[in-house]
């Protein structure tokens, strides 16, 4: 469908926006709260999860997230079993591609050495290497496991 060649490769961050403007409309018309609005997703859906609780925005919005079987490492996933065949879908990482994905690769935006603070890498992903994007923005305290 049309909606989904819309958030292709360097379009993927569509998706996250469009469930973060969901959930502050939700919260503004008092349907509900953050406290009690929540997030689930499994695989693509845990990427979407990913990305909820690691960018500034969507981090503020969801009081619980439950991220099952994610997509998390852009970088790698395309090493996955299945992973090559999802290129044509989220891009090459080992090509120009990466510029891209960086920007919506959950386990890259997290600074796993001080979690709570954005990462300001030398690519500017999220702003410039010295200069902090947004010093209240809090990101949950998160733990990557696998099985």
């Known amino acids: 469908p049309r909606w989904h060649q819309m958030a292709l490769k360097e379009n993927r961050h569509k998706c996250f926006e469009d469930v973060e403007g969901v ?18 997703g499994g695989s693509n859906g845990g990427l979407l999860v990913g990305n ?24 790698r996933y395309s090493q996955l079993l299945a992973g090559a065949s999802w290129m044509g879908e989220y891009g090459n990482p080992e090509t120009s591609d990466w510029k891209f994905l960086r920007k919506h690769s959950p386990y890259h935006l997290l600074r796993h050495d001080i979690l709570g ?12 290497p010295t200069v902090s994007t947004d010093p209240d923005w809090k990101c949950p305290k998160t733990l990557f496991t696998t099985s």
């Open 23 to 40: 959930a502050r409309d939700l919260i503004r018309s008092k349907l509900t709260s953050r406290e009690k609005l929540a997030c689930i």
């Open 52 to 75: 909820l609780i690691t960018r500034p925005i969507g981090s503020s919005l969801f009081g619980a997230a439950v991220c099952q079987v994610p997509l998390l490492d852009m970088k």
């Open 117 to 128: 603070k954005p990462e300001l890498g030398d690519d500017g992903v999220l702003g410039q």
